[in-house]
């Protein structure tokens, strides 16, 4: 399974971005898809998650200001981000948790990553 994310780029505080990640392969059935970032000298952090059946969650200082949501027919996984912060600068990696053959159990596939950097 590989990933495809994109959307990054300099926004101004109070903007918005919205990110997408396209998973693409052969004979996958995607589970949970989420978000995570990374910001300069700091540990990797889950953003938001959204599993297979469409229920969320999200990290509490994302909560009112991130949005994100899945198309399941494109294998695409989206993340809104508005009112964004100087703070939400990171690098803002899509993960998937894939099934590549039946009766295996699903596993861990990451995008590459794209910089958001929010600054005026």
């Known amino acids: 399974v590989q990933l495809q994310a994109s959307g990054g780029g300099l926004v101004q505080p109070g903007g918005s971005l919205r990110l997408s990640c396209k998973a693409s392969?052969?004979?996958?059935?995607?589970?949970?898809m989420a978000w995570h970032r990374q910001a300069p000298g700091e540990q990797r952090e889950l953003v938001a998650a959204?599993?297979?059946?469409?229920?969320?969650n999200y990290a509490d200082s994302m909560k009112g200001r991130f949005t994100v949501s899945r198309d399941n027919a494109k294998n695409t996984v989206y993340l809104q981000m508005n009112s964004l912060k100087p703070e939400d600068t990171a690098v803002y990696y899509c993960?998937?948790?894939?099934?590549?053959?039946?009766?295996?159990?699903?596993?861990?596939?990451w995008g590459q990553g794209t910089l958001v950097t929010v600054s005026s």
């Open positions: 993960q998937v948790s894939a099934q590549t053959r039946l009766f295996t159990p699903y596993k861990n596939y």
């Open positions: 392969g052969t004979g996958f059935r995607l589970g949970t």
């Open positions: 959204i599993a297979s059946g469409g229920g969320t």
